[in-house]
């Protein structure tokens, strides 16, 4: 028969700290738990995978229809066109303009190889616009897009390039435009301005949009000029 084995003074010491210890960390996990119940879902990031990839660093929101990204500053919406003209994907990504811009944009979002496809809702703000570049195509407020959403933006100022151009947008495939137009300043209207036929015929330029393909364009309106310079064959300019 053995002997029970009797606890020695630092035998008992070390079991009451280690029982102390597991105590403390039950009562900080329980504390942890507590408060990530009273976090609101919305208040939590969107994880990556959620936008196929694509993050916004400005703003609030998670790139969805119920939680758009949000654009509230012209560098912000620069940066949105430097990323989609840089081949970011945004296909159905969501992204609302929060207020009017205060300087003016001089680069379309979207490009032929790289054009939008996400959802963009100016929520009613004015986009100033100053694009002279006689020798580019695709400009506007978007150089192209493609599967896209626009709707609820305005414009101010002028577009003038070579061919599809457009205040709103460029070139358009199977894309939407809705309730988009030119805000008249004071007395002076907008205008947009295309020569790219060299050969008699015409170029894709409009107040709205220069081409679209497969798409739609309602409740909008342009106040101003759309200027088509067409060149014959002897060189001569006319003007439509």
Same mark, same amino acid.
């Given at each position: 028969?053995?002997?029970?084995?009797?606890?020695?003074?630092?035998?008992?010491?070390?079991?009451?700290?280690?029982?102390?210890?597991?105590?403390?960390?039950?009562?900080?996990?329980?504390?942890?738990?507590?408060?990530?119940?009273?976090?609101?879902?919305?208040?939590?990031?969107?994880?990556?995978?959620?936008?196929?990839?694509?993050?916004?660093?400005?703003?609030?929101?998670?790139?969805?229809?119920?939680?758009?990204?949000?654009?509230? +500053?012209?560098?912000?919406?620069?940066?949105?066109?430097?990323?989609?003209?840089?081949?970011?994907?945004?296909?159905?990504?969501?992204?609302?303009?929060?207020?009017?811009?205060?300087?003016?944009?001089?680069?379309?979002?979207?490009?032929?190889?790289?054009?939008?496809?996400?959802?963009?809702?100016?929520?009613?703000?004015?986009?100033?616009?100053?694009?002279?570049?006689?020798?580019?195509?695709?400009?506007?407020?978007?150089?192209?897009?493609?599967?896209?959403?626009?709707?609820?933006?305005?414009?101010?100022?002028?577009?003038?390039?070579?061919?599809?151009?457009?205040?709103?947008?460029?070139?358009?495939?199977?894309?939407?435009?809705?309730?988009?137009?030119?805000?008249?300043?004071?007395?002076?209207?907008?205008?947009?301005?295309?020569?790219? +036929?060299?050969?008699?015929?015409?170029?894709?330029?409009?107040?709205?949009?220069?081409?679209?393909?497969?798409?739609?364009?309602?409740?909008?309106?342009?106040?101003?000029?759309?200027?088509?310079?067409?060149?014959?064959?002897?060189?001569?300019?006319?003007?439509?």
């Amino acid at each position: 028969m053995q002997a029970a084995k009797i606890k020695t003074k630092n035998e008992f010491s070390v079991f009451r700290i280690g029982e102390e210890i597991m105590k403390k960390l039950a009562s900080l996990l329980l504390t942890v738990l507590m408060i990530c119940t009273m976090i609101p879902l919305s208040a939590l990031p969107a994880f990556a995978e959620d936008t196929g990839g694509f993050t916004w660093p400005f703003g609030k929101g998670a790139g969805t229809a119920e939680n758009p990204y949000t654009i509230s +500053s012209y560098n912000q919406l620069k940066r949105l066109a430097d990323d989609v003209n840089g081949g970011a994907d945004v296909t159905g990504i969501y992204f609302k303009l929060t207020q009017s811009t205060a300087f003016n944009l001089f680069t379309p979002i979207g490009t032929k190889d790289h054009p939008f496809k996400g959802h963009f809702d100016g929520g009613g703000n004015i986009v100033l616009i100053r694009m002279d570049k006689p020798d580019k195509n695709y400009l506007g407020l978007f150089g192209c897009a493609e599967g896209a959403e626009i709707k609820n933006v305005y414009w101010q100022g002028t577009v003038a390039g070579h061919n599809y151009i457009g205040g709103i947008c460029g070139y358009c495939k199977d894309t939407t435009i809705t309730n988009c137009g030119y805000k008249t300043i004071g007395n002076i209207d907008g205008s947009v301005t295309g020569s790219g +036929s060299t050969d008699g015929k015409s170029c894709y330029i409009g107040g709205i949009c220069g081409c679209m393909i497969n798409g739609e364009i309602s409740d909008c309106f342009m106040n101003g000029n759309v200027i088509n310079n067409i060149t014959v064959n002897n060189g001569t300019t006319i003007s439509i």
